[in-house]
């Protein structure tokens, strides 16, 4: 089971760091991705580290102002997410893929789901 933490409301230009944790389980085989799915669209990947930590993705819109990282041994995967815009308002959830090697934007490749968390940027 994947538990998402750290969402909030926060003013443009803020940041928030959203976490990922695994429940009954150990996260180090896995990739793990961020969607987000803003109201009234559609999910979209925002990043994604493969299980060693060795690669990233980035959406284009988030490239420079988040950064995914993991720590393995606290089982958990971090987004830092810097100066961020009204654009950035969503519900962000996180994924584990089994392939562990290989990392996705594409939700179609996750395995398993946290049941997210709100992120709302607003004055």
């Known amino acids: 089971q994947l538990v998402e933490s750290g969402g909030g409301l926060v003013q443009p230009g803020g940041s928030l760091r959203v976490s990922c944790a695994a429940s009954?389980?150990?996260?180090?085989?896995?990739?793990i991705g961020w969607f987000r799915q803003a109201p009234g669209k559609g999910r979209e990947g925002v990043s994604c580290?493969?299980?060693?930590?060795?690669?990233?993705w980035y959406t284009d819109s988030v490239k420079g102002r988040f950064t995914i990282s993991r720590d393995n041994a606290e089982n958990t995967v971090h987004l830092q997410m810097n100066s961020l815009k009204p654009e950035d308002t969503a519900v962000y959830y996180c994924?584990?893929?089994?392939?562990?090697?290989?990392?996705?934007?594409?939700?179609?490749?996750?395995?398993?789901w946290g049941q997210g968390t709100q992120v709302t940027v607003s004055s």
């Open positions: 580290i493969t299980s060693s930590g060795g690669a990233t």
């Open positions: 994924a584990a893929d089994l392939r562990g090697v290989y990392c996705s934007g594409s939700d179609y490749d996750y395995d398993y």
């Open positions: 009954g389980s150990t996260l180090d085989l896995y990739a």
